[in-house]
Structure formats: structure tokens, C-alpha cells
């Protein structure tokens, strides 16, 4: 079992604090599911962090990795993260159980700016792997549901069977404070009971939104960002209003490593990974 | 800032007692180059050195060093047998590089693997005369007021010696009867007449005024696909660069599958894995685009967050490059003046 060498001191912000796998099952073929809690149980119920930070998960002999919180602050306790197998550091992971302890630190990064989203509608759009680090801030959005003007869920997977949170999402179309809408590029299934083709697509849905007081949220795989932020430019939402979160090779989380650097301005870690599209069209190579 | 003076003869003397400061580093002769190394004998030092093949962030940030270890026991942090040093011998140019260290090693966070080694060590600045590669009175970076705890100016016989911090004053304190607490007026003439010589000697120039912008509208300049062409990517310019600090982080384990280290190694932004992902995406997959990201960090992004350049003007990266892709050639050519690479 981990120790912290400098509990109750000033804390190394690059030593992980040892956590414990609450739960885990798969969300499709390559992402899996981890429900995660601080051992320390001050630390388990203190931990404050935004929709849209992330953490780094440790793992001693193979390494860290950056991962977006796909758990939403209003529900302490527990963090959740949506993981895909992809490297060295995954596939450990995925071969960790329940009840196992390895190491997290964190969390970092900017994450979405809440207080200055509420009040207003929320237009959240979520590709793939980018449902995870969204998940967070439409958990959040509901629990603070008195805050928000409406919510829109756009979701696209490409196929049925790679939708992740399938069941939790399914269940959102049921709820009237919200409006959602999913769809897939492809039913191979033939029993997708909603829309398909791109995400794109589902923008038809939003010809009333007020253009100013409306906030759109934005993951996805990178070739998304271009087609969806075209579609919200249509409907003439001021370029600061559209937040999309980034992904970076990242070895410290704190600003230090220079991995995540973007155009030698930005470390992604310390000043991102949320970033709005008036950063990215005056930051070169963000997107 | 208050200044005293010790003989020339006498610096063997003197660095043997601020033997309890910490163990003695300064540059020493090795093969064609000088390197900053533990003096094992002060006859060693040599006074004349000017830059050091490997800066003194290899001190502060060392090549390779474990984080913490970690065994069936748990986690132990590995700060705890950091040694108490003294670097004799640092030159202005360098100085300025490790003030721009230590804010970046401090800013938003701390970074305790650097902090602990800087704050257990203590600086005596040196004087200086330029060869052929210094530029750094262009880049503002020649003379120092603060950053060191001493700084010893070369007069004739004597030393002029700056006391730059209050352990700086606890070294001279600690013996009285080297040091001489009567600067003259003809020490400051003397001193005056130097520092002019010394300006005299400066041969190359590169005025940074001005880059961010012009590195800014030089985002798609074909140099950079030249350049590129040219780079081989050894990493050498981040290795020797003073103000270069990017690092990786690996794990080693040892036979046993379960001991082992999280292991800190200098990286290198030139590297071609530098920014992979899992995954197998490069977000700067061509060696243009690297070398791009270093020289707009350089010149253009360390302005906007720090007020200043990170480049000091020290002549590494013109001695080092085996293509001749330095940042002062890089430099005078996107401010349009014609410079063979």
C-alpha cells in the first residue's frame, strides 16, 4: 500500500495520494468505466475540482497519465473517470480490480467557467471519447439545474455499440428539463431507436436558441471541432461562448514539463485544457 | 549593495572557509570544454572559464534523478539527501538564466524537486571578459545586481566583492581577516576603467526588441521548413540551453517487478516523441514545427508571461549546434539580415 511521505505537510503537488477502485465495467469495446476514492477519507470528501479538470492516475512501474474527471462535483466522494485503452499506462489500468490502490494526483487544469455559464442556456455537444470530460458539466448542470437557463444534450457516437454511458443517456431523454438528442453516423444494428448520421445534423434542433445568451460546451474526436464549431458560428454565438476541451501529452500537470505547451504560449495543463474558440482562432496550432 | 575586498591571493583561503556553506562547485578544465564540477582541490578552478559546456541547471534540475521510490512498503519521496552546495564561478549571463529558472520553477506551482536544491544552495557570481560567441549586453543579460549571494569582481590584486544577500554577509563575516572592508576611490576607478574594457570587447549583437511581434507574423515564414531540413534533431541546444528545463518522467523498475523509482530526465522539445500521445498522434510530428515551438517559446511566449526573452545572450547553443542553428542566427534572420545557417 502507497504512504504519503509528506501527509500534513505542504504537499508535493508531483507525489500521488493513494486511491482505491470502487467499481469498474466497460462502457464498450475500449472504454471501460473506473469509480474511483481517496483512501484518506478527508481527502476523499474535500476533494473540490470543475467540470472539464483532470487528474493524473499513477501507477507505479509503468507511469502517469492525464485523465478529464467525467464525475461532477456536486456529488462528492467519488471520482469517476471514462478510460480508453490506448498505452502502456491504460492497459494497467484496465487490468486493475476492485478494491485495488494506486495512485492519483490532481486535480489540474482550468476546467469549464461555471460561474460565468449560469444563467444561461447550455448547449452541450459531446463526440465519442468526449461524452467523458462533458459527462461532467451536464452531471453538474442538472444537479445546479435551478442555475441554467435550458439545457441541450448533442450526442454523437458513430455506432451504436460504441455509445458510452448508453443506459444513463438513454435515460436523459426521458427527463422534460432537459432536450436531447443522439445519434450515430451508422446503425449497423438496425435497432438504434434514434436519429442517424452525424452530430452535425442534430443543429437544426437549436434555430431558437438566443445567440447571446447561450453558452455551447464542445468534445469530441479532433476532426469534429471544425464541422461543429462551423454550425454554431451559423447561429452566431459570440466566438467566447464556445468552450471546447483539448488533449495534450502531459508529464507533470502543473506547468513545468513542457509537453502540453501549445505554440510555445500555453501549457494546456495550467491554462487549458477548456479553452474557448476566440483562443484558439488568435493561439496558433490549438486546434 | 555593499561591497568588500579580498586579494587575489587569498581566494584559495577564502573558499576553504565557507567550507561549512556547502560542498564547492566551480568550473574546472575537461578536455577542450570547461565543466561545472564538485572541486576536489582549489588549484582546479578555473577563474578564467567562461561558459560551461552544461549550465548550472544540471545542479538545481539534475539530468536524471528519482522523484520517490516505491516498494511493497510504500512511497518515499527522495528529497531528503539533497547536499548544501556553494557555485563559485557564475557569470552574469548565467545568473539571469537562473532567475528566470527560479520563477519558472516557482510560478502557479512550486516545483519542490528544483526549490529544494536551489534553496540549499548558494551562488558567487564572477566576472567576466566576452570571447567571440557572448552576446549577452545585447540582450540586457551582461551585469547583475541580484541573484547571487556573492559576486566577485576581478580588479588587479584584488577582488571587488559584492555582498548580495544576507548569507553572502555571514560568508564575508566569517573571515574577517581576509577580507578588507575599505573600498578606495581607486578601487571604484579601477573598477570603472574595467568594466569599460569590458564592454569594448563585445563583438556580436542581437537586439531581441521587437521579436514577439515579428516572430508572431512569422508563423508561416519559410525559414522554419529550412531550418527543419537542416535540424537533426539531437536535442543539443535544450541540453545546453540555460533556461531550457522540459522533462520526462519514467518509471524504472528493478528484477523484482515490484521496487523501483519515478525517474525525472531532462527531455527535449527537438525529440520527435515530444508531443505523442497515446495513441500514436504527433501534434508536431515535422522537425519544422518543433523547431518552430522552441524559438516562439523562446522569443515570443517567455515575453508574454515573463517581461523578458529566455535567452541570455550565454553563446551556448552558437558553440554547440553541430548544423549552426542557433538562436541569435535565427533571430537576425526573421528580422530580415542576411545570415549564412
Redesign the interface.
Known amino acids: ?6 501527509a500534513n505537510e505542504q504537499r ?4 500521488p495520494e493513494p486511491f482505491r477502485l470502487i467499481r469498474t465495467y466497460p462502457l464498450n469495446d475500449d472504454v471501460h468505466f473506473f469509480q474511483v476514492r481517496a483512501v484518506d477519507v478527508k481527502m476523499a470528501m474535500n476533494l473540490n475540482y470543475r467540470p472539464g479538470q483532470f487528474m493524473m492516475v499513477s501507477l ?6 492525464p485523465f478529464s474527471i467525467s464525475s461532477t462535483p456536486s456529488r462528492p466522494g467519488l471520482l469517476e473517470f471514462g478510460i ?1 485503452k ?5 492497459n494497467r489500468i484496465f487490468k486493475l480490480k476492485e478494491n485495488d490502490i494506486f495512485g492519483v494526483r490532481g486535480p489540474y487544469g482550468n476546467g469549464f467557467p461555471v460561474e460565468n455559464m449560469t444563467g444561461r442556456d447550455l448547449v452541450i455537444v459531446m463526440g465519442g471519447l468526449g461524452a467523458v470530460p462533458l459527462r461532467s458539466l451536464l452531471l453538474y448542470a442538472l444537479d445546479n439545474r435551478d442555475q441554467f437557463g435550458k439545457i441541450y444534450l448533442l450526442h454523437g457516437a458513430r455506432r451504436p455499440d460504441e455509445m458510452l454511458f448508453k443506459e444513463e443517456f438513454f435515460h436523459m431523454m426521458n427527463r422534460d428539463d432537459l432536450i436531447c438528442h443522439l445519434t450515430v453516423d451508422q446503425d449497423d444494428t438496425g435497432a438504434w431507436p434514434y436519429e442517424t448520421g452525424l452530430i452535425t445534423r442534430l443543429f437544426g434542433e437549436l434555430k431558437d436558441i438566443d445567440p447571446n445568451n447561450t453558452c455551447f460546451a464542445v468534445c469530441g474526436p ?1 476532426v469534429m471541432y471544425k464541422f461543429v464549431v462551423a454550425e454554431i458560428l451559423k447561429l452566431n454565438v459570440p466566438k467566447h461562448q464556445i468552450l471546447m476541451t483539448l ?3 502531459m ?2 500537470g ?6 502540453c ?1 501549445i ?3 500555453i501549457y494546456t495543463c ?1 491554462e487549458g485544457p477548456v479553452f474557448s474558440y476566440w483562443d484558439v482562432i488568435h493561439m ?2 490549438l486546434i | 549593495m555593499r561591497a568588500v575586498k579580498i586579494k587575489k591571493k587569498d581566494l584559495a583561503k577564502f573558499l576553504k572557509a565557507i567550507e561549512p556553506f556547502g560542498e564547492l562547485w566551480g568550473p574546472v578544465k575537461n578536455g577542450e570544454n570547461y565543466s561545472l564540477s564538485k572541486i576536489e582541490s582549489f588549484s582546479d578552478i578555473k577563474t578564467e572559464a567562461l561558459r560551461t559546456k552544461i549550465p548550472f541547471k544540471k545542479l538545481f534540475t539534475p539530468p536524471e534523478f528519482p522523484m520517490y521510490s516505491f516498494s511493497e512498503e510504500g512511497m518515499k519521496e527522495e528529497l531528503s539527501d539533497i547536499p548544501k552546495r556553494v557555485i563559485f564561478g557564475l557569470h552574469p549571463c548565467d545568473i539571469h538564466a537562473m532567475m528566470i529558472m527560479d520563477r519558472f520553477f516557482t510560478i502557479n506551482y512550486e516545483d519542490p524537486y528544483y526549490m529544494e536544491r536551489r534553496r540549499k544552495t548558494a551562488v558567487i557570481g564572477y566576472s567576466c571578459v566576452p570571447d567571440d560567441l557572448c552576446f549577452c549586453k545585447t540582450t540586457n543579460t551582461s551585469n547583475v545586481e541580484k541573484g547571487f549571494d556573492l559576486f566577485f569582481s576581478e580588479l588587479t590584486d584584488s577582488y571587488l566583492v559584492w555582498v548580495g544577500s544576507s548569507l553572502g554577509d555571514d560568508m564575508v563575516r566569517g573571515c574577517p581577516e581576509l577580507v578588507d572592508e575599505e573600498v578606495t576611490h581607486d578601487d571604484l576607478e579601477r573598477y570603472i576603467k574595467w568594466r569599460k574594457d569590458r564592454e569594448s570587447k563585445f563583438s556580436l549583437n542581437m537586439d531581441f526588441t521587437g521579436m514577439p511581434g515579428i516572430v508572431e507574423l512569422s508563423y508561416d515564414h519559410p525559414i522554419w521548413e529550412e531550418l527543419g531540413e537542416k535540424c537533426l534533431s539531437c536535442g543539443a541546444c535544450t541540453i545546453v540551453c540555460p533556461t531550457c528545463s522540459c522533462y520526462n518522467v519514467k518509471d524504472e523498475v528493478e528484477l523484482n517487478t515490484v521496487d523501483g523509482k519515478r525517474v525525472r530526465q531532462w527531455d527535449s522539445c527537438m525529440f520527435r516523441e515530444y508531443s505523442m500521445v497515446a495513441g500514436g498522434h504527433n501534434f508536431r510530428e515535422a522537425r519544422a514545427e518543433r523547431l518552430k515551438l522552441r524559438f516562439i517559446h523562446k522569443l515570443q511566449a517567455f515575453v508574454g508571461a515573463y517581461d523578458e526573452p529566455a535567452c541570455v545572450g550565454c553563446g551556448r547553443c552558437i558553440d554547440t549546434c553541430p548544423v549552426g542553428i542557433d538562436i541569435r542566427t535565427v533571430g537576425l534572420r526573421l528580422k530580415g539580415e542576411e545570415v549564412k545557417v
Open positions: 500500500m502507497m504512504n504519503c511521505a509528506c508535493n503537488p508531483l507525489t507505479d512501474g509503468i507511469g502517469e497519465a480508453r490506448v498505452g502502456n499506462v491504460t479532433p488533449e495534450r501529452r508529464k507533470c502543473i506547468g513545468k514539463c513542457g509537453h505547451s505554440g510555445g504560449y495550467l496558433k496550432g
